[in-house]
């Protein structure tokens, strides 16, 4: 069966980076999209942007361009975010979702990180 | 506009029928998905494209569109259907992804 299985919790001081996986499972991994969605506490669903898995091009939110970086291990059915200069308002459950024809069919369980000094 | 936008609350009599609605002007040139979130879990997709219910999905969820808005339907609502549910769609470069603002369904 189709699976994402994202990586653990994070806790990260201002100005730090955070780097979350989102592994692949249960079908051909350079054959969907990637989109990462976060969500504040309490808050609406936030689009970051997407990779194309196959050949790793990006598009990012305008909102997190020059902060965010997507890449991908096809040999670990791995997809990766990496947002950089943390604040506060970055404290927010990261998810990873399958795009495609059926957008958002399958979704990772989550990665909560927490943004504290 | 790449908006979209949701009523924040509805409220719905178990057993009876809910429509929930969704606006954006890019509604007039691409499909809205629908995600039911409960608290505390991820996101599900529980509608896409035309009126497209994912394996597993119960039938009384439909969805529809006219113009700019899009509309999830539950007909027949049941208590476990209580969640948060938000609209997706393509924003006007049709290379992105948008999110409504979110509606919250109490089921009384």
């Known amino acids: 069966q189709v699976q994402l299985v994202q990586s653990g919790a994070e806790v990260k001081k201002p100005g730090a980076s955070v780097k979350i996986s989102c592994k692949a499972s249960?079908?051909?991994?350079?054959?969907?999209?990637i989109h990462w969605v976060r969500q504040a506490p309490g808050q609406r669903l936030e689009w970051m942007g997407w990779i194309n898995v196959d050949n790793g091009n990006t598009k990012y939110s305008q909102n997190f361009q020059g902060r965010v970086t997507f890449t991908r291990d096809t040999y670990a059915s791995t997809v990766y975010m990496d947002l950089s200069s943390l604040r506060s308002e970055d404290t927010a459950v990261y998810y990873c979702a399958r795009g495609g024809g059926v957008p958002g069919d399958y979704w990772g369980q989550g990665a909560l990180v927490t943004v504290s000094s | 506009s790449s908006e979209l936008t949701q009523d924040p609350t509805v409220s719905v009599a178990l057993g009876q029928t809910v429509r929930i609605t969704c606006q954006g002007d890019?509604?007039?040139?691409?499909?809205a998905s629908w995600y039911q979130q409960k608290s505390g879990q991820a996101p599900i997709l529980v509608i896409y494209g035309r009126n497209n219910r994912p394996s597993g999905i119960p039938d009384r969820f439909s969805g529809s569109s006219s113009g700019n808005t899009a509309s999830l339907t539950i007909t027949g609502t049941q208590a476990e259907d209580e969640a948060d549910y938000y609209c997706n769609s393509r924003d006007s470069s049709g290379n992105a992804w948008v999110f409504g603002g979110g509606t919250k369904l109490t089921v009384l």
């Open positions: 249960g079908y051909t991994f350079t054959t969907y999209a």
């Open positions: 890019s509604l007039r040139s691409h499909y």
